[in-house]
């Protein structure tokens, strides 16, 4: 078997699989997440096929993992982030397909040639040249610093203003119209007490 170009010669099948190759050929739809599941899988090569959809996230499971090649198929969306957790990962291809977005951080990713991201215009970061856009990390960090507590400030600075407003005229039309207003009132009591006292008498 041929693992990242060493020849290696088995003398037994193991009872678990540690290799799928499945390269060159006309597979079409998407990557089963259930090869998460094959916990000892070490080596995992589907380039050269027609597959599309997005590299599951589940694939991260495969701690052991130390060779994944992905290359020349039509795969969109981002690279997961987990992906990067996968500190076995010697070997990493998903050159020549549509994905997008940042490539991942971490120990392994650093490592790998700019030649594994080949073909996907819409990379950016590390090991590429293309950078990030800093509108596409605000954008992520107002986001995340988004919370229902600052949403609740927000309404809540509405309202006080909205309420100040409202005082302000409310108490214009008030203080102008005041004097007559008193004169009015203090009048007409002034009367009926009048002619209380005239009934009286």
Known sequence: MSNKGTEMEYEKLSNLITAIILSNNNF?????????DL????????????????IPSSLSNLIVLESLDLSHNKLSGEIPQQLGELTALAVFDVSHNNLTGRIPGGTQFTTFNRTSFDGNPGLCGEPLLRKCESSETSQEEDTRSESPFAFGWKIVMIGYIGGTIAGVVLGHIFSTRKQEWLAKTFRLRLKTTERKRRRGN
Not at 42 to 54: A, I, K, M, V, Y
Request: aromatic content about 0%; hydrophobic content about 35%.
């Open 28 to 36: 079409v739809g998407e990557i089963p997440a259930t090869l998460a």
């Open 39 to 54: 916990k000892g899988l070490r080596s995992l090569n589907l380039s050269n096929n027609n597959l599309e959809g997005h």
